[in-house]
């Protein structure tokens, strides 16, 4: 059973493109997150929600936009492409945070390559 | 703001030795969390161990044991007995207060036969 699944897990598109990524978590966890990891694996967070309601939004162009229909999912549209766009993107979710840390462990999607051409 | 440093980019071990990766954090906090993850070729984000700062006790799992110096906000992770499937990006992570998780910069291991 997949925990947290993202599609696609490949996306290769044209410069100027809207394109989506879609994750869903069946954890029954509370918050959910992108992250993108550079060309230089840098791992940084864009987003995080919790119960549907936008919590960080990190210095993100206005480009990216998430969405979260309910708990379980959190999508990421993209507007307007452009190569520096081109990364991993890494879907996460986590439980409420509590004192125990097995509570605050973030559980990761397989990632999606986004490929700008 | 909570940052953490991953000196060694690159480090390579011998299969069957042991090899420790370093990582020091830095946070206002008094009560946070420290992660190593583990990305292999495949990409997906896997969890190795992981520390409550409160706990004097340094966190094992198997072969993987970690050095967790609160003082010298230092949080190494020890690998022994490496094995070829251990080559991989392995990535230092603080969680603290309400801040989303930060990670360092990544250190690749590569486990020679």
């Known amino acids: 059973d997949t925990a947290v699944s993202q599609t696609p897990k490949y996306l290769v598109t044209q410069m100027g493109n809207d394109k989506s990524i879609k994750c869903e978590q069946n954890l029954g966890h509370d918050t959910m997150y992108w992250y993108k990891q550079d060309s230089k694996k840098f791992l940084k967070i864009m987003f995080s929600y919790n119960n549907k309601e936008l919590i960080i939004n990190e210095t993100v162009p206005n480009r990216f936009s998430p969405k979260s229909p309910d708990k379980a999912h959190l999508n990421l549209h993209i507007n307007s492409l452009e190569l520096g766009d081109s990364a991993v993107y890494f879907c996460?979710?986590?439980?409420?945070?509590?004192?125990?840390?097995?509570?605050?462990?973030?559980?990761f999607g397989p990632g999606t390559r986004l490929t700008v051409l | 703001a909570q940052t953490v440093t991953q000196s060694q980019p690159e480090m390579s071990v011998q299969e069957a030795e042991t090899v420790t990766l370093s990582c020091t954090y830095d946070t206002s906090e008094s009560n946070y969390y420290l992660f190593w993850y583990k990305q292999p070729p495949s990409r997906q984000m896997i969890l190795v161990i992981r520390?409550?700062?409160?706990?004097?006790q340094n966190a094992t799992e198997n072969r993987f044991s970690v050095n967790f110096q609160k003082a010298a906000k230092s949080f190494s992770l020890k690998i022994s007995d490496s094995q070829l499937g251990d080559t991989a990006m392995y990535f230092c992570a603080c969680l603290s207060g309400n801040t989303p998780l930060v990670f360092g910069k990544g250190t690749r291991l590569s486990v020679i036969a």
């Open positions: 520390q409550e700062a409160y706990k004097q």
């Open positions: 996460a979710s986590s439980p409420p945070r509590r004192y125990s840390v097995s509570y605050n462990e973030q559980f």
